[in-house]
């Protein structure tokens, strides 16, 4: 009689012409019942008749076994009679870990996202831009600002000077153009319910950014001279690009705005983005601001205008570009500040060293961030056995 775990061990194996999903369950079954045999001959499983076949063939080929091995040529051979089944394992010798070898960035160009994602988790940057560990296949959240960039790309084509006068047409482009660029994507999202949903969250979110857009053009007139502009630029000796959602020129100064749109969290206040380019963990505006005045444009204002509640009015976070900035506290939560033309030059020159870091080949190590947050929709989350356990993880533990 063929010992329980060899004929367990049959039928898992490719060799049975079980499913892999029955003979799951018949395994389970089987420990309940006396036996494999048992739990087949009792036919404890309701199963479709393809897959009763399977099983019923595969019990008689099992009887057959002992006596022929041939009936399962794929199988391994059953051990030895002196060799138990259930002899205990021997652990290997554990050897020493291998010394780090020093790595650098593949990229022959670098971005503020790049720099954005060491400062946030130096593993984060190395499992993306030197391991290119797995394949992010987007989220819904990633799709959804996709598609809102989209949509406001072709709106801007048209409104480049938005007037208080065309309000109601830049309504209803604004609402074609929101369901042209989601349908684009619409194969991204997992099920109807979801796309539907988040082009009505779209949909909403937009007439709020046209009635924003209204009263920014009643207090000063301004047109958009740019859209998705590429911006390149050596920084510090190395080679940056990246593309500004919207550059505007305001009709009476002359002065330019930069504008990022955010479809995802943003600092609530201008003086908590401040301080995240103070302590070089944003380097995106100010990128664009060398970017743009290296083009010799005079950038008066940074902007983060946030497109993921719908609920809520759209309420800009904006920076006024001056020589010394007013200092204001973290915990103001005025949409509206300064940030002085110095932080916006250290954060070049920490850029600059960055880059030396991360090209020169002296990294060995690229420990994981110690703030949970920044793992929430992190695509490599699972293969990182280093990420800081959440509050709710540590109350389990």
């Not at 480049?160 to 349908?183: L, N, Q, Y």
């Amino acid at each position: 009689m063929i010992d329980e775990h060899v004929a367990l061990r049959l039928l898992r194996s490719p060799a049975s012409g079980v499913p892999h999903d029955v003979a799951a369950a018949l395994a389970v079954v089987a420990q309940h019942v006396g036996g494999l045999r048992q739990a087949i001959a009792r036919e404890r499983l309701a199963l479709a008749a393809d897959d009763r076949d399977a099983v019923f063939a595969f019990a008689k080929k099992l009887d057959a076994y002992e006596h022929d091995p041939s009936v399962f040529p794929d199988a391994a051979p059953l051990p030895p009679a002196s060799t138990p089944v259930d002899a205990p394992i021997e652990l290997a010798v554990s050897v020493d870990r291998e010394p780090g070898a020093p790595l650098r960035a593949r990229q022959p160009h670098f971005s503020a996202s790049a720099l954005n994602a060491y400062a946030d988790c130096a593993r984060k940057w190395y499992y993306r831009y030197t391991c290119n560990a797995v394949e992010d296949r987007g989220s819904s959240a990633s799709f959804y600002g996709t598609a809102f960039h989209t949509a406001l790309e072709d709106f801007h084509e048209t409104f480049v000077h938005p007037e208080p006068a065309h309000e109601a047409t830049m309504r209803d482009r604004i609402r074609s153009d929101v369901a042209r660029a989601f349908a684009g994507h619409r194969d991204d999202f997992e099920t109807a319910v979801e796309y539907e949903l988040q082009v009505r969250r779209a949909q909403r979110t937009a007439q709020r950014y046209v009635t924003w857009l209204v009263a920014k053009a009643k207090r000063a007139p301004f047109t958009i001279v740019g859209r998705e502009l590429h911006a390149a630029k050596k920084v510090v000796g190395y080679d940056f690009i990246g593309f500004i959602d919207r550059l505007d020129r305001d009709d009476a100064t002359g002065n330019v705005a930069i504008v990022d749109y955010k479809t995802g969290a943003i600092a609530e206040s201008a003086a908590e983005y401040r301080e995240k380019v103070r302590t070089f963990h944003d380097f995106q505006l100010p990128f664009y601001y060398w970017a743009r005045e290296a083009e010799g444009d005079r950038v008066a204002t940074l902007s983060l205008i946030p497109l993921k509640d719908a609920s809520s009015d759209v309420r800009p976070i904006e920076l006024e570009v001056v020589p010394v900035a007013r200092e204001e506290s973290r915990r103001s939560g005025a949409p509206t500040g300064t940030i002085g033309v110095a932080d916006l030059e250290r954060a070049r020159v920490k850029m600059g060293e960055l880059c030396r870091i991360l090209s020169d080949g002296s990294l060995t190590a690229f420990p994981a961030t110690a703030d949970p947050g920044a793992c929430t929709y992190c695509a490599y989350k699972l293969a990182c056995n280093d990420r800081p356990a959440t509050p709710e993880e540590k109350f389990a533990r």
